[in-house]
Structure formats: C-alpha cells, structure tokens
C-alpha cells in the first residue's frame, strides 16, 4: 500500500536549514559488507572532502559530485567492471543492491535513480549517517507519478530525504539547486509517494 508524502497546498514547513541539521548530526561511521567498495569510497571521498570541512561540506560534496559526474543509464550493463580484486557483480550478488549499485555509479559513473542513490547511501554511512534505500513513486514532468527509489536519513529524530538523480533532472531544467537535498517531506510537498 502505498503512502502519499505530502502537505496541503501553501503548507509547507519552513525551510530546512541543512547545514545546521547536517553539521549537529550524531556521526556513527558504518563499515560496508564490501571491503573493495569500502576502499573505493574512502577513496572518493578522500578526492571530494578534507579533514576541515564539516559534515554539511562533505555530503553536498558527494551529493554534488553524484549530481556532476553520473548519467542516466542501465547500471547492469556494467556489472563486470573490476572494483578493486573484485567485480561490481561480485558485490551485487554478495552484498545486494545498495553496495553493488553503489559500485557501479562510483567505477562507470552510470546508474538508474537507485544507482545514483545507493552510491549516495554509502558515502553517508561512511561519513556516519544512517541512509537507506526508499522507493515508490515521484511527480513525473508529464503529469502523474513515475517508479523512483532515493536515499532516506533519519537526522535527529527527523527524516530527510536526498534525491541526487531527481536534482539532476531539476536543476537541468533551471530549477534551484538543492530541491531535493536535505528536505523533508513536507517541504517538497506531493513530489513523493513512499511505499
């Protein structure tokens, strides 16, 4: 059954301020099933962030980087591609979606929405933030709803949503950046249905 995510026209909350909910969150840095896929976020991460930057700094960093870097496209087409000793297959098959998407978007820089945010999910877990894997439907361009997944992060006792594949898409077509970064539901209003 799915959940409609939204707020009654003009409601919406007062903006998220996402650098104060992101730079006083609670750290608990997460190892990954993967140790390749470890190596290759640290990595990443090591190319995106310094050890001065605060937590808000880091994850728009990486949700930028996701943002700037990845293209809409079959992530399976590139499962084989080498991951350090191993393949994205094998951490696909190993460790499930999130890690073997998240390989794939960070090696070929291609994924559908999940990809994009499975990549996202685990910089955040290695920063120390809780993120998953949500899906359901989002507003399509065209009218009605369309399949989409996106990360999801409880934050003080809050939940905010991070959608670097729909931010692409948004800020391709003028919109400000940042729409779907750090917001909780009710400040995107009916632009999500979670099931």
Same mark, same amino acid.
């Given at each position: 059954?799915?959940?409609?995510?939204?707020?009654?026209?003009?409601?919406?909350?007062?903006?998220?301020?996402?650098?104060?909910?992101?730079?006083?969150?609670?750290?608990? !840095?997460?190892?990954?099933?993967?140790?390749?896929?470890?190596?290759?976020?640290?990595?990443?991460?090591?190319?995106?962030?310094?050890?001065?930057?605060?937590?808000?700094?880091?994850?728009?960093?990486?949700?930028?980087?996701?943002?700037?870097?990845?293209?809409?496209?079959?992530?399976?087409?590139?499962?084989?591609?080498?991951?350090?000793?191993?393949?994205?297959?094998?951490?696909?098959?190993?460790?499930?979606?999130?890690?073997?998407?998240?390989?794939?978007?960070?090696?070929?820089?291609?994924?559908?929405?999940?990809?994009?945010?499975?990549?996202?999910?685990?910089?955040?877990?290695?920063?120390?933030?809780?993120?998953?894997?949500?899906?359901?439907?989002?507003?399509?361009?065209?009218?009605?709803?369309?399949?989409?997944?996106?990360?999801?992060?409880?934050?003080?006792?809050?939940?905010?949503?991070?959608? !670097?594949?729909?931010?692409?898409?948004?800020?391709?077509?003028?919109? !400000?950046?940042?729409?779907?970064?750090?917001?909780?539901?009710?400040?995107?209003?009916?632009?999500?249905?979670?099931?």
């Amino acid at each position: 059954m799915a959940l409609a995510l939204s707020t009654a026209a003009g409601a919406f909350a007062q903006g998220t301020d996402a650098q104060e909910v992101l730079d006083g969150a609670e750290l608990e !840095p997460q190892s990954l099933q993967s140790e390749e896929l470890g190596e290759l976020v640290e990595e990443t991460m090591d190319e995106l962030c310094d050890e001065e930057m605060g937590t808000y700094d880091k994850v728009a960093a990486c949700y930028d980087y996701l943002v700037e870097n990845m293209s809409y496209g079959n992530q399976m087409r590139y499962l084989n591609v080498e991951a350090g000793d191993t393949t994205c297959a094998d951490i696909y098959y190993d460790c499930g979606e999130v890690e073997g998407f998240a390989a794939v978007a960070l090696t070929s820089k291609v994924g559908y929405c999940n990809g994009y945010a499975s990549a996202l999910i685990v910089m955040l877990r290695t920063l120390g933030i809780d993120a998953r894997l949500v899906e359901g439907e989002t507003g399509s361009a065209n009218g009605g709803y369309a399949y989409h997944k996106w990360a999801e992060a409880d934050i003080g006792g809050t939940t905010y949503l991070f959608d !670097p594949q729909l931010e692409q898409d948004l800020t391709a077509a003028g919109l !400000p950046a940042y729409s779907v970064f750090c917001k909780t539901y009710g400040e995107v209003g009916d632009r999500y249905i979670k099931y």
